[in-house]
């Protein structure tokens, strides 16, 4: 069983920065690869970023590119998101996952376990 628990969202003007942090307890966090996805109200979860275990991998959906940073340190079980250049569109509950396998999904099915959320809000 692995718990995760977001913080780090909140207000933002458009072009501002927020820090996401996802901080998991229980097994095999190291091992797993790890995601962020989000869901804006009457939308589907979207896949944002993933990170492979060791962090020497990671994918991006194409709108945040260039934009956002995910990256983790397995010695304090958390796992990041640096959102750059914020715009209204990425206004969503974003969530962490902890991946069925070492390898980045894009997919919800492909993660076992979430997070609560944490909602970000840009202002125009």
């Known amino acids: 069983q692995v718990q995760l628990v977001e913080s780090g969202g909140g207000l933002v003007q458009a072009g501002g920065s927020l820090r996401l942090s996802c901080t998991a307890s229980?097994?095999?966090?190291?091992?797993?690869?790890m995601g962020w996805f989000r869901q804006a109200p009457g939308k589907e979860r979207q896949f944002v970023a993933g990170i492979s275990w060791s962090g020497g991998s990671t994918r991006y959906a194409d709108s945040v590119k260039g934009r956002f940073t995910i990256s983790r340190d397995n010695a304090k079980n958390t796992m990041y998101l640096q959102m750059n250049s914020l715009k209204p569109e990425d206004t969503a509950i974003y969530y962490c996952?902890?991946?069925?396998?070492?390898?980045?999904?894009?997919?919800?099915?492909?993660?076992?376990?979430w997070g609560q959320g944490t909602q970000v809000t840009v202002s125009s």
């Open positions: 996952a902890h991946c069925r396998s070492a390898l980045v999904g894009t997919t919800p099915i492909e993660y076992e376990y």
């Open positions: 229980g097994r095999s966090f190291a091992t797993a690869a």
